[in-house]
């Protein structure tokens, strides 16, 4: 009898922390904010047991800034973003009951500042929940780090019991990472061009109006003007170009 009772609880962990039905985080919409501004977080949480996930309370953290050069944790970067709806990089909010087959959204704010960094802000999830009278709690890549987390999927296999270990709490199953990015705004690189724009047509109507004459001193100092310029207003675009990639 107690080797049944075992079995079938090794049974519904198993199907709990299945890939095929831990809950489903999708239709994200994640912001690109400008330093300063703030912006709007959106996903939906399904549940895809065939019984209620009660008690459920999902907690969302910032944990990590990035770029193409480097990366560091939330904590070292100087006027991080935080979520506004908790001043912090932290938050955490209860979703109730959620029926079978049912889905929620959840929305909340990202909150930057002047002094913001440009880059990739990282955030994880956990979410923790009563089914069927027991608890579980799953949580996303970002709470390991990179050596536990290649580790507990080697071969092609992922070992919760590890994870659990590594965290120091129970780890039923794993669910999605998400991020957000910060970005300046290049309106000024546009007013740049502009001007240069102005001046070389300013320049290519006077070049205009001498052709025909004998150059001078003035006459050639027009032409390397208006190379130098030419070949800024090319620089700007292909920087613009790149940051824009």
């Keep these: 009898m107690k080797f049944a009772f075992l079995l079938a609880l090794l049974l519904l962990t198993s ?53 193409e050069e480097s990366s560091k944790p939330i904590e070292k970067i100087k006027e991080h973003p935080v979520i506004k709806e908790s001043s912090n990089i932290n938050y955490t909010l209860s979703l109730g009951t959620i029926a079978p087959g049912k889905t929620v959204a959840v929305r909340f704010h990202i909150l930057t500042f002047s002094g913001t960094p440009d880059g990739v802000y990282f955030v994880r999830f956990s979410i923790h929940f009563l089914y069927n009278g027991t608890e579980y709690f799953m949580w996303s890549p970002g709470f390991f780090s990179k050596e536990a987390w290649d580790k507990a999927t080697e071969n092609h296999t992922l070992n919760l019991q590890y994870l659990s270990e590594v965290i120091g709490k129970p780890v039923n199953g794993i669910i999605p990472d998400s991020s957000f990015s910060v970005k300046s705004s290049l309106m000024w690189v546009l007013y740049v061009l502009i001007g240069i724009i102005a001046v070389v047509g300013v320049a290519s109507i006077y070049t205009y109006l001498r052709e025909g004459r004998e150059p001078n001193t003035m006459d050639e100092k027009i032409y390397r003007l208006k190379g130098k310029y030419r070949y800024l207003e090319d620089e700007i675009k292909r920087k613009m170009r790149k940051k824009n990639q």
Aim: charged letters at 15%; a negative charge; proline letters at 8%.
């Design 15 to 67: 199907y709990v922390g299945s890939p095929a039905h831990v809950p489903n985080f999708d239709n994200f919409t994640t912001p690109v904010i400008e330093p300063g501004k703030e912006g709007t977080f959106n996903f939906t949480i399904e549940n895809r047991y065939v019984a209620e996930m009660k008690e459920t309370t999902l907690s969302i953290g910032i944990y990590m800034w990035a770029t």
